[in-house]
């Protein structure tokens, strides 16, 4: 069996990105000291989207689940060249791109401006800084030297932040405090200098042959999603994902052909209807068994933070199995040159 230690995860990770993952916690605290130093203005606006795409737009979706139903007004996630028609002066829209130089995103910013509404951006630079700057709009400046993905504590925190000042939801700077702290003690448990069987090496050995399907529900669909973003990205493999209780009226059935499929349920029993965790059970059974993972913690952030860490682990794991760079991400970039 192959050692998941701190020598083998050194010997593919030419970029660092095992440290980024397990910064988790310092990433979490460094973005709520970073939106406070923008000095943005509380305003009240009738919604909030947040524009951005890959690592950069996975930050709304968490956010948004984190949120839950506490969030006051509408919190839409736009991955795309176009905001919804109904987006006016009354909303603010976060554009939130990393490099600051996605296409899709910088298209978000002309419709944010021709909407007349109030932008706000997050971002290490480019163009979408540049016209940011020039147009006196806010700016909240994120640290470089990261792969975007790497980066998703900030885009979380950030959303969430930017939700408060929106008025759109309440602060969760509590909870966020909180899944530092949880993710720190994580780290070390999970850590490549943590025991071999510790659960992201475990689930790492035991999909190193297989394609996972992860599915979520509620708090944790969108985490499925980050999980299957992860395991492409980082050890340029495929992955899928979904979510209950939809996946019971259409995909159960393709679980009857065989294939290199294996099912991964990612459980939130504690802010999980009663019937969809009932259906988590059912599923498992009919499929022919799911790896089970429960997350943990006290809030929604914890227990949401919780499994973003463990996927990000896994999939880093998945790549040393699979003798990958975790920061080689080729297509992306083959793609993003051809596309000029
Ligand atoms: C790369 C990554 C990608 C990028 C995406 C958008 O690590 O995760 O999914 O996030 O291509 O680029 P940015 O984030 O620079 O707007």
């Given at each position: 069996m192959t050692a998941l230690d701190a020598a083998a995860v050194a010997a593919v990770d030419s970029g660092?990105?095992?440290?980024?993952?397990?910064?988790?916690?310092?990433?979490?605290?460094?973005?709520l000291w970073r939106v406070e130093s923008a000095g943005l203005d509380g305003q009240q606006s009738a919604g909030l989207v947040i524009a951005g795409m890959g690592g950069s737009g996975v930050g709304a979706l968490l956010a948004q689940a984190a949120i839950g139903d506490r969030a006051?007004?509408?919190?839409?996630?736009?991955?795309?060249?176009?905001?919804?028609?109904?987006?006016?002066?009354?909303?603010?829209?976060?554009?939130?791109?990393?490099?600051?130089?996605?296409?899709?995103?910088?298209?978000?910013?002309?419709?944010?401006?021709?909407?007349?509404a109030r932008r706000i951006v997050s971002s290490t630079g480019g163009v979408l800084v540049e016209r940011a700057r020039a147009e006196k709009v806010p700016v909240i400046p994120l640290p470089g030297g990261f792969q975007p993905r790497?980066?998703?504590?900030?885009?979380?925190?950030?959303?969430?932040?930017?939700?408060?000042?929106?008025?759109?939801?309440?602060?969760?700077?509590?909870?966020?405090?909180?899944?530092?702290?949880?993710?720190?003690?994580?780290?070390?448990a999970w850590g490549p200098e943590g025991p071999q069987d510790s659960s992201p090496k475990a689930l790492a050995l035991a999909l190193e042959d297989a394609v996972p399907i992860v599915c979520g529900a509620g708090l944790t669909a969108p985490v499925a999603y980050r999980w299957k973003c992860q395991v492409n990205e980082n050890a340029n493999r495929p992955?899928?994902?979904?979510?209950?209780?939809?996946?019971?009226?259409?995909?159960?059935?393709?679980?009857?052909?065989?294939?290199?499929f294996?099912?991964?349920?990612?459980?939130?029993?504690?802010?999980?209807?009663?019937?969809?965790?009932?259906?988590?059970?059912?599923?498992?059974?009919?499929?022919?068994?799911?790896?089970?993972?429960?997350?943990?913690g006290e809030t929604r952030l914890e227990r949401l933070m919780s499994l973003v860490h463990l996927g990000d682990l896994v999939s880093l794991y998945l790549a040393v199995l699979g003798?990958?760079?975790?920061?080689?991400?080729?297509?992306?970039?083959?793609?993003?040159s051809e596309l000029g």
């Amino acid at each position: 069996m192959t050692a998941l230690d701190a020598a083998a995860v050194a010997a593919v990770d030419s970029g660092g990105q095992a440290a980024e993952i397990l910064d988790l916690g310092v990433h979490l605290r460094d973005a709520l000291w970073r939106v406070e130093s923008a000095g943005l203005d509380g305003q009240q606006s009738a919604g909030l989207v947040i524009a951005g795409m890959g690592g950069s737009g996975v930050g709304a979706l968490l956010a948004q689940a984190a949120i839950g139903d506490r969030a006051t007004r509408p919190i839409v996630a736009v991955r795309d060249y176009t905001l919804p028609g109904w987006v006016d002066a009354h909303w603010t829209v976060l554009l939130s791109s990393y490099s600051g130089a996605t296409e899709e995103t910088l298209s978000c910013w002309d419709a944010a401006t021709a909407a007349g509404a109030r932008r706000i951006v997050s971002s290490t630079g480019g163009v979408l800084v540049e016209r940011a700057r020039a147009e006196k709009v806010p700016v909240i400046p994120l640290p470089g030297g990261f792969q975007p993905r790497a980066a998703v504590g900030y885009a979380t925190v950030v959303a969430l932040e930017v939700a408060a000042l929106a008025g759109v939801a309440p602060s969760l700077r509590d909870e966020v405090e909180a899944a530092a702290a949880l993710v720190e003690s994580l780290s070390v448990a999970w850590g490549p200098e943590g025991p071999q069987d510790s659960s992201p090496k475990a689930l790492a050995l035991a999909l190193e042959d297989a394609v996972p399907i992860v599915c979520g529900a509620g708090l944790t669909a969108p985490v499925a999603y980050r999980w299957k973003c992860q395991v492409n990205e980082n050890a340029n493999r495929p992955a899928f994902w979904s979510e209950l209780p939809e996946l019971d009226h259409n995909e159960i059935e393709g679980w009857a052909a065989s294939g290199p499929f294996t099912a991964v349920f990612l459980e939130d029993p504690a802010g999980t209807h009663e019937r969809v965790q009932r259906r988590f059970d059912l599923t498992a059974e009919i499929i022919g068994g799911a790896h089970r993972i429960t997350a943990q913690g006290e809030t929604r952030l914890e227990r949401l933070m919780s499994l973003v860490h463990l996927g990000d682990l896994v999939s880093l794991y998945l790549a040393v199995l699979g003798g990958a760079d975790p920061i080689a991400i080729p297509a992306i970039y083959r793609l993003k040159s051809e596309l000029g």
